[in-house]
């Protein structure tokens, strides 16, 4: 039972290139999302899911697209990398959204140039 | 808007001495307060969840209490070992928004041998 894993764990990109962040949990997890950590603010949430074909924007989506073709799969999109968008981002996935305890991957650490 | 506030904002503390943290929230609905962990360079762990009607629980030498009416609570640590280094966030879930997590700024904690 590895939980919930991401890859890659540090990714350097130029302004404008594209990539995916990828998000995987094995626990069957209905709910999964991605946040963004900024050195002295919480934890932002930039997309989220409730299961397999549903997403939703968080607190700061422009950026950013997700898709959830699968319950285990919950992969983040960056579309035209920029300076703003460096930061850590994780990934997350609960049973459900009242008491469940919410379990965070790793973390990818990504630095925009 | 949601808030949570936590302090202090850092804390270093001996080996083996007890501390509190403190977060208060403004956060309507209340549903629940969770309590987390983060070592440096990994996503947080969860240490307790409380609900309204729940006022103290505990998680091995971490104890959390809860006082709804005053939108207040704290993490005390017992003890305290090297291990504890860490930043510990706050979490404050409503009953309404995306995924309905509030989070804090965090507090962090060092530990002195």
């Known amino acids: 039972n590895a939980g919930v894993t991401q890859t890659p764990k540090f990714q350097v990109l130029k302004t404008g290139q594209s990539m995916t962040l990828q998000c995987a949990q094995d626990m069957n997890h209905e709910y999964m999302s991605w946040y963004r950590q900024d050195p002295g603010m919480g934890l932002r949430l930039i997309h989220y899911s409730v299961g397999a074909g549903i997403t939703d924007q968080g607190e700061v989506p422009n950026g950013y697209n997700v898709s959830r073709s699968t319950t285990e799969d919950f992969p983040l999109r960056l579309l035209s990398a920029a300076p703003s968008q460096t930061s850590v981002y994780f990934c997350a996935s609960s049973s459900g959204l009242a008491v469940e305890t919410q379990y965070f991957g790793p973390g990818t650490r990504l630095l925009v140039l | 808007k949601n808030q949570v506030e936590q302090s202090p904002q850092s804390l270093i503390i001996l080996e083996g001495k007890n501390c509190t943290l403190q977060?208060?929230?403004?956060?309507?609905?209340?549903?629940?307060l969770r309590w987390y962990k983060q070592d440096t360079g990994r996503g947080p762990v969860s240490l307790t969840i409380?609900?309204?009607?729940?006022n103290t629980k505990s998680n091995g030498r971490y104890t959390a209490t809860l006082d709804a009416d005053t939108k207040q609570s704290s993490l005390h640590i017992t003890a305290s070992q090297l291990s504890d280094s860490a930043s510990y966030i706050c979490v404050v879930r409503s009953g309404g928004g995306a995924d309905g997590l509030t989070f804090g700024k965090g507090t962090h904690l060092i530990i002195q041998p």
């Open positions: 409380m609900t309204f009607s729940e």
């Open positions: 977060c208060n929230y403004t956060v309507s609905p209340f549903s629940n």
